[in-house]
């Protein structure tokens, strides 16, 4: 009964249409050219150098595309038991026709060849947003993003502050933000006219949401104007040689003040909490970043009560800090448990968490999913995958042991796949 009931409830989630809310997609190149596109990913590279393959095979310059494909396809063997290869594989089958069950030496060219060749189709982008069930994709802008040449309804810009929280030291940082808002920064009061000026410009381009990536250190504290200027003038002017203390004020600055905008232009403020970067310098490109347990939501509370009125969408990096946001979202009216990130990104640790979730967060304040992905190839396995956690969840957690209708436990799942991502920024209604 299970499994039909599963299968059932998940024939009716993929009937749905959706809207990514977390994508790395390139608006202006949004889909693969070749297989070399998809297996660059670095979930297979860094799996594959995980597994013994040397960096210096993957990474090796001037190597062709097709060169490089067929290096990890040859060492794929000890990487078959893993998810990433089986959507890898789903992709291949349900975007490619590949009529098969593995790819490895004896067919990878053919399979290289064909994608090739309907990648190189016009209407290729068209044919994966329909076959994946994809209605928009959200971005991630750098700052100084013009947000042009691409349809922000179907590519819906978010703006990412990565940079302006954390690199003002770097001289180029502050230089590209004067060219993006023709305001120089040199003091507190230009720097908040320079990101209210980034606002009008994304808020006017159809931005829905602005967003960041935090390490485990970071706790956003509201500092004071005066304590601001002095930290400010000194890391604008002595770069990394800055104090510590002045480079986390202004790092402080400029977040409390994004958060400030945020409630001023009714923009959701993403929070993707918990990165360590480049704990393995010795790693492929993106394989270098790790998760620390040591993080904690405690950190922000201070940020949480200060804005209210701002809808805060929080992804952690790992399944172990799933429960804290759990009671965070359960407490916080403004607090919303956000996707699954990363290193939570594996069917066991979705399904612990989605059903954690689904049992103690108002259904109304979930994320389902985003596929976090670079080319939109990956949406339809990603989802895919999700999907069939998703329905399992429903199924065993809500239809058997609760005994709901199998139409309320559709209705619940649709809101987590599309209807909460239509209130909570604003879209596709």
């Known amino acids: 009964m299970s499994i039909e009931l599963r299968n059932r409830l998940f024939e009716q989630l993929d009937q749905l249409v959706l809207i990514d809310p977390h994508t790395h997609i390139n608006a202006l190149d949004p889909s693969s050219h070749t297989l070399a596109d998809i297996l660059g990913y670095h979930y297979y590279t860094e799996l594959s150098h995980s597994a013994g393959m040397p960096k210096e095979q993957i990474e090796e310059e001037g190597i062709s595309e097709k060169e490089k494909v067929g290096r990890l396809i ?5 990487i078959t038991n893993t998810i990433q290869y089986s959507w890898f594989i789903e992709m291949a089958q349900r975007l490619l026709d590949f009529d098969g069950d593995s790819v490895d030496a004896s067919n990878w060219e053919a399979l290289y060849d064909s994608a090739a060749e309907k990648m190189a189709a016009d209407d290729w982008t068209e044919t994966v947003f329909q076959k994946s069930g994809l209605e928009a994709v959200f971005l991630t802008n750098d700052f100084d993003d013009p947000l042009e040449d691409f349809d922000t309804s179907k590519y819906i810009p978010c703006l990412r502050t990565d940079d302006l929280v954390f690199h003002l030291t770097n001289p180029r940082t502050a230089v590209r933000l004067q ?47 005066a304590r601001a200027e002095t930290a400010l003038s000194n890391v604008l002017s002595k770069g990394t040689d800055a104090d510590e203390a002045d480079q986390r004020a202004v790092s402080n600055f400029i977040f409390w003040t994004l958060a400030e905008n945020c409630r001023a232009y009714h923009l959701p403020f993403d929070l993707m909490i918990g990165v360590n970067r480049k704990v393995f310098p010795a790693g492929v490109f993106q394989g270098q970043d790790l998760y620390d347990s040591r993080v904690s939501l405690i950190q922000y509370k201070d940020l949480f009560n200060a804005f209210p009125d701002v809808t805060f969408p929080v992804s952690v990096l790992a399944s172990v800090t799933n429960q804290e946001l759990v009671s965070y979202s359960w407490i916080f009216p403004n607090v919303v448990a956000n996707g699954h990130w990363w290193y939570s990104n594996t069917p066991t640790f979705i399904q612990h968490d989605c059903a954690a979730r689904l049992e103690a ?3 109304t304040k979930q994320i389902g999913y985003y596929s976090d992905m670079y080319k939109m190839e990956f949406a339809l ?17 809500f239809v058997i042991d609760r005994k709901w209708t199998e139409e309320a436990a559709v209705q619940l799942g649709t809101e987590l796949l599309r209807g909460n991502v239509e209130t909570i920024f604003h879209v596709g209604k």
């Open 74 to 78: 040859e060492n794929f063997g000890p």
């Open 179 to 225: 060219e993006a808002t023709d305001v120089n920064v040199t003091n507190v009061t230009s720097a908040r006219e320079a990101i209210r000026k980034l606002f009008d410009h994304f808020t006017s381009k159809g931005a829905k949401a602005c967003a960041i990536s935090l390490p485990p250190t970071f706790a956003p504290v509201q500092v004071s104007d």
């Open 361 to 363: 967060v108002p259904r």
């Open 381 to 397: 396995p990603k989802f895919a995958m999700y999907k069939r956690i998703l329905a399992k969840v429903l199924a065993e957690n």
